[in-house]
Structure formats: structure tokens, C-alpha cells
């Protein structure tokens, strides 16, 4: 049985651990939030004190955490993966970060022998419990094979963007641009739409049958209309994902106004207290600006 390492068991990393157990695989998970490493215990996964513990017996361990800063702590920081990853060893770095972040990671890791995949992930929740996500993955053809298994097990579709380090995150943000964008653009609408008297299920149905229907618009606008309080993606998160974009846009002198237009939104979202809500929460800020509950 092969075992594979998860750090990271949130609202994503859960459903990876999930998947992987369906599948066979032994899992040992870590997470800094209690009852969310307790959650994986729950599924059937060894609950390991430390980052450094989740790695030591596993094949592959993948890193599911919000940003650069805790993949940097959990790889480098105290009882850090890096204690305990021998030379040969392969990360997944599931996470959406900077690419110039990745590349950092990359590079670091290979000064020690370890290989990394940048394999930003996709899809939300129900979709890694199901083990049907969307990877986008780069790094060295060896990381590639031995993650091979892992990939098949946690995914639908493995997008191998190519042997660069930084490319698969360079894939996650313009993806995660997209996804911001529309959101905020279909709460708009639908808060338009309240406003003009029109039921707010119709306005799915219709939209979702017509041209201006996405699926983040799809997904987000079920939970919405039908008081769905899980969080499925925090608010907060995708604010820094879309200003991932905006920074990258940046770095490279490019004007990028409708993510910056996105990001504003998103990061007033989470001024009005709307942070560590579903991201659908868009919709509710936008209620609250228009004046109608």
C-alpha cells in the first residue's frame, strides 16, 4: 500500500485525502486546525503531530495550504517537511501561490535533493472528495512519475503544462483571474436583478441556459440563492488569488484593469466582513450597497 503525506486538510485537502483513501492509498495527514486533521482521522487517515511526522513514511506528500508563506513554513519552518524528506523525494505543491514563489520553492527543494510538481488543483470541494479535480502541473518528468499515481487518484483531468517550475502557477492564476472576474461580474448582475424586481431563480435558470452562464456562476449562485452557509471557498482567499494576477500583471508592466476592478471588489467583500464566508458572499455585499436584504 502505498503512502502518500497530506499537509493541509481543509475544505480541499479533506477531499484529496478522501479520494486517495478510496483509492487504497495510506494517508497521514497534518493540519494546524485540530478538528480539520480530525475530519481526515475520521475518513480513515493516521493523524501525524507535525508537517515533518505527515512526511516521514510517505512516497509523495502533497501540500494543500492557503499561500507562499505557510508551503514555505511547512517545508522549511520548525518540524518542517524538509527535516525529514530524504534525497530523491517528491513534493506536490497543490497550492496557489505566486509563480515566481513556485519557482523559489523549486529551486530551493532541488538544492536538497527533492523534487517538486506545481500542481495547483481546481474544481472545489465536491470534486476532490469525488476525485475528479482539474490539476495543472509542472516540474521534472522524474516528479511527474512518481506522482503519476497520485494524479490518477485525485484528478479528471491533469493538465502537464510543462517541465518549468512556476508554470503551473502561472496556469492557477490566470485560471483563478477568470473565476474571480465572473463571480463578481455575475453578483453584480444578480444584485441588478433583485433590484429590478425580477426572482432571482429565474435569473439562474436563465442565465445558466443562455450566454451568460459559467460555472463559477453556476456553482456559486445554487449555494447563494438557497442560503447555503458552508464555506467552500473563503472570500478572503480569492481576494488573494485574483491580486496574484494583479501583482503578476505588475511584474511584467502590464495593465491589467479588470482584475484590479475584481480584486477592489473582492477586497471590500472582506472589509465588510464577508472574509471567512463562501465567496458567494460576493452577492451579499453587493445586496448590502444596493440597499435590498
Not at 463562501?278 to 451579499?284: E, K, M, P
Request: with cysteine; net charge negative; aromatic share 4%.
Amino acid at each position: 500500500m502505498e503512502t502518500v503525506g497530506i499537509v493541509g486538510t481543509g475544505a480541499m485537502g479533506l477531499g484529496v485525502a478522501r479520494a486517495l483513501l478510496a483509492k487504497g492509498f495510506a494517508v497521514h495527514a497534518h493540519d494546524i486546525v485540530p478538528e480539520r486533521q480530525a475530519a481526515a482521522v475520521a475518513l480513515g487517515a493516521v493523524g501525524c503531530g507535525s508537517a515533518m511526522e505527515a512526511g516521514r513514511a510517505a512516497s509523495v506528500v502533497i501540500t494543500v495550504v492557503v499561500d507562499a508563506a505557510q508551503t514555505r513554513a511547512v517545508l522549511f519552518g520548525e518540524r518542517g517537511l524538509c527535516g525529514t524528506l530524504a534525497r530523491g523525494s517528491t513534493l506536490m505543491m497543490c497550492s496557489t501561490i505566486a509563480p515566481r514563489d513556485s519557482e523559489a520553492l523549486a529551486d530551493e527543494l532541488a538544492g536538497a535533493g527533492i523534487s517538486m510538481l506545481d500542481a495547483p488543483i481546481s474544481g472545489g470541494p465536491a470534486r476532490a472528495h469525488a476525485g475528479t479535480l482539474t490539476v495543472m502541473a509542472s516540474g521534472p518528468a522524474a516528479a511527474f512519475t512518481a506522482c503519476e499515481s497520485v494524479l490518477d487518484a485525485m484528478s479528471a483531468k491533469c493538465f502537464r503544462v510543462s517541465g518549468r517550475a512556476g508554470d503551473g502557477s502561472r496556469m492557477k492564476v490566470v485560471n483563478n483571474m477568470l473565476a474571480a472576474a465572473n463571480l463578481a461580474a455575475g453578483c453584480e448582475a444578480m444584485a441588478m436583478a433583485s433590484k429590478l424586481g425580477l426572482d432571482l431563480r429565474q435569473v439562474r435558470e436563465v442565465v445558466n441556459a443562455s450566454s451568460g452562464g459559467s460555472w463559477i456562476f453556476t456553482d456559486r449562485m445554487a449555494r447563494a440563492l438557497e442560503g447555503d452557509a458552508s464555506v467552500h471557498a473563503a472570500a478572503r482567499v480569492l481576494a488573494k488569488d485574483v491580486g496574484l494576477f494583479v501583482d503578476t500583471a505588475r511584474d511584467l508592466g502590464l495593465p491589467a484593469p479588470m482584475s484590479e476592478c475584481a480584486r477592489e471588489i473582492f477586497l471590500d467583500t472582506v472589509a465588510r466582513g464577508f472574509g471567512e464566508e463562501d465567496d458567494s458572499a460576493v452577492l451579499r455585499r453587493y445586496l448590502e450597497i444596493y440597499g435590498k436584504k
